[in-house]
């Protein structure tokens, strides 16, 4: 029992598990994370791991970590550094030690810094000496032995003894942070529920250090997070892709509709995929297909059919997508292409996050072939997004990209479930037969979009294809036909903008300074931004969701601010495109490309630089 003296109540905190990538890093923060919810903090996560299935063992390249953010009040970001660092070898401590705050806490198992572990790391000696690690709280902790003595009656092998260690590592961070053992140990229970020896021994090392830690002196005081004042619901935390597939299954059941998925897998994607595919009981039809182009055919198969129609994929696959995007702008049958960035370009950093694929987004394709191009800014409302993204595509007839990346996908949060009633009114734009012949691309005044008509209306029989067509559904060559039916599919893309809201500004509508933002930038942002007004400086922020076409309200928006600085993981592609479309303004850019989000000090210190014209 921990005494009322030895608790200290924090605001928040950051915890970081860091280890080979087969240490069960990912698990360990998976799980502290999900009781850090169940208790009601508010939390924001950022896996990071290699590429590789199996990294090289001890090597930096090959390790994996899990960094959790928790707090009493608001949390819209995984956090900059670390108040604990958790390292189950020498190389966790290279890749993470300028990450620690000072006078923060490393628990490091001491076993594993072998002469061997430590020279693969890029160490002499003794790498605590080494980093010079004086100003921080040290406990090197026998992991590895306490996990063989604790077991050492169980009769299991060396193998599956040692796979536990990571169990000893989040006892003691649960000790540490005042949290209960009950939830991971149902968590135990259920995932080895057909092997209860090594669910016993799992749990009997998360208690192992759990009691470890209640010994050691350097591990006072006990810290706590008090839940955070949220709005009544039922809340589950949730990952970025889990997110996108549910908001795409209500989007389904809204509309009536049976939901298909043709995908191909693909870092970080999948889960996407794997998400549709554990829900059949909701009516789901998923397939794994061979490629990525066979993925999005059969979506557009699907489509014809009158399904919603999905494919999911990550930067390489939407440039082998591109061709039958151009199919579905063609024939005008509504799809979701949902694009989870990474790093690029190629086979660039499967794991690792970037806003790398705008521009394919938007021009990725041959000839004047426009889409809606939306973007998700959190773990959770990329159910938002996804859901938005499936009513534009039903009601406008169109293809819809959706952007999220890497650290929205695998990142989670705190999501509210919200109730099917309270979900926007979807209406597809089903064919009937009051005007005969039914002329396949008649279009409707408002939004210019065509009729849907799928095998087995009769009376609807009509051709659709990748050559031009008259509104009759007959190829035509006609120049003029051509640049008519150009002219109105890039119409129809505009005349979304009037059916989104406008652009949101957080803080003053007018000021010194506008931060712009889009997509998985939006946490870090907005956290700077609330830094920077507490400073005392006049800065606001906006934040793209609707990036083709723009809300219609973004030049009045823009004109309001002295000076506007755009922030984004690349090169500058949306200061570009903000360049095309408005031509008047002046765009000051903070681009990074190191596979990383954004630090907040790197925001911040861009801001008053601008603000000082610096």
Known sequence: MIKKSEIIEREEVVIRFSGDSGDGMQLTGTLFSDTAAQLGNDL?????????????????????????????????????????????????????????????????????????????????????????????????????????????????????????????????????????????????????????????????????????????????????????????????????????????????????????????????????????????????????????????????????????????????????????????????????????????????????????????????????????VLAASTPSDCFDYAYEAARIALEHMTPVILLTDSYLANGTEPWRIPSMKDLKEIKPRFADLKEIPFLPYKRDDEKLAREWAFPGMPGLEHRIGGLEKTAKGTVSYVPENHENMINIRAEKVERVANYIPDLPVIGDKSGDLLVVGWGGSYGYLLTAVRELNLEGYNVSLANFNYINPFPKNVREVFQSFKKILVCELNMGQFADFLRIKYQEFSYEQLNKVQGLPFTLAEIKDKCINLLEDK
């Open 44 to 372: 924001s996560t950022f896996p990071d791991y290699p590429a590789e299935i199996r990294a090289p063992q001890g090597s930096v390249g090959g390790v994996s970590g899990f960094q959790v953010h928790m707090g009493h009040s608001e949390i819209n970001m995984p956090g900059d550094f670390s108040d604990v660092l958790v390292a189950m070898n020498p190389a966790a401590i290279k890749a993470n030690i300028r990450w620690v705050k000072e006078g923060g806490t490393i628990i490091y198992d001491k076993d594993n810094f072998t002469d061997k572990n430590i020279e693969k790391a890029g160490y002499e000696k003794d790498p605590i000496a080494e980093e010079k690690l004086d100003g921080l709280n040290i406990i090197d902790a026998p992991i590895s032995s306490m996990v063989k003595e604790a077991l050492k009656d169980m009769g299991l092998d060396p193998k599956s003894v040692i796979k536990t260690k990571n169990m000893f590592a989040l006892g003691m961070v649960f000790w540490l942070f005042d949290r209960k053992l009950d939830f991971t140990e149902k968590y135990i229970d259920k995932k080895f529920s057909s092997k209860p020896e090594i669910a016993n021994a799992n749990k009997i090392v998360l208690r192992a250090g759990y009691y470890y830690a209640e010994t050691i002196e350097a591990l006072r005081p006990v810290f706590r997070i008090l839940p955070a004042p949220i709005s009544k619901g039922t809340y589950r935390n949730i990952s970025g892709n889990a997110a996108t597939a549910w908001g795409l299954m209500a989007a389904a059941e809204k509309a009536g509709l049976n939901i298909f998925i043709g995908s191909y897998p693909i870092t970080p994607a999948t889960g996407i995929l794997e998400e549709f595919a554990a829900h059949k009981e909701l009516g789901t039809i998923s397939v794994q297909a061979e490629d990525e182009i066979a993925g999005i055919c059969t979506a557009l198969g699907a489509s014809f059919a009158g399904k919603l129609a999905v494919t999911s994929t990550s930067g390489p696959g939407l440039a082998l997508k591109s061709e039958a995007i151009g199919l579905a702008v063609m024939t005008e049958l509504p799809i979701v292409i949902i694009d989870v960035q990474r790093g690029g370009p190629s086979t660039g950093l499967p794991t690792k996050t970037e806003q790398a694929d705008l521009m394919q987004a938007l021009y990725g394709r041959n000839g004047e072939c426009p889409v809606v």
